[in-house]
Structure formats: C-alpha cells, structure tokens
C-alpha cells in the first residue's frame, strides 16, 4: 500500500500563490506517475496536472497551464504543486493521486487538502 498526505491548502486572495505538497510513504514505487485533481462544491473530480515519476515529464489542464507547476523530489518522495495567479474557481479541494504505469487508473489518493481564494 502507498500512503499519500497532502498539506498546504489554505485561504487566499485572487492573485496570490501557494505551494501543496503531498508526501509519499509505504510501498512506493520508482516508475509511475502522481497527479494532482481537483473536486469543487457540488462538481466531478477534474485532473489537474500530473507528472511522470522518473522522467519528470509532465501534463496540465488547460485551465491552470501556464499558472500552476507540478514538481517532484524524488528523495522526499514528496510531489508539489505550485500554483500563482489564483481565481476563485481554482477553489477546491485538491488531491494527490498515485499510480504505477501497469495501472488502469490512479490507485491510491490522499485525503485531500482545501484551496480557497476568495475575490
């Protein structure tokens, strides 16, 4: 089993940043990807972005290109999203996800951590 906790959600204003992490522990694994998605109030879980665990490649929604960065470190086993130029409908909770490339689908999830920018 891999572990996943996200942490450094909080209350922001338009146009601020802020960095989550989300730290691995367990069973982890060297070739995968980790992401991160989002789910607002009342609306489906929306990938975000997501990075390749070895080669560092990467991949976002269009809706965050260009203003938030996924990142990895690979000794802390800890994956980060930086995000700037906040809006509010960046509002939600964010979770970080984990999987190996012979998955289907994300396994294991965090237990999320709220993002809230107020106008």
């Known amino acids: 089993q891999v572990q996943l906790v996200e942490s450094g959600g909080g209350l922001v204003q338009t146009g601020d940043s802020l960095r989550l992490s989300c730290s691995a522990s367990g069973r982890t694994f060297n070739s995968g990807r980790m992401a991160w998605f989002r789910q607002a109030p009342g609306k489906e879980r929306e990938f975000v972005a997501d990075i390749n665990w070895s080669s560092g490649s990467t991949d976002y929604a269009d809706s965050v290109k260009g203003r938030f960065t996924i990142s990895r470190d690979n000794a802390k086993n800890t994956v980060y999203l930086q995000m700037i130029n906040l809006k509010p409908e960046d509002t939600a909770v964010y979770y970080c996800?984990?999987?190996?490339?012979?998955?289907?689908?994300?396994?294991?999830w965090g237990q999320g951590t709220q993002v809230t920018v107020s106008s």
């Open positions: 996800a984990a999987k190996r490339f012979s998955d289907y689908r994300y396994l294991y």
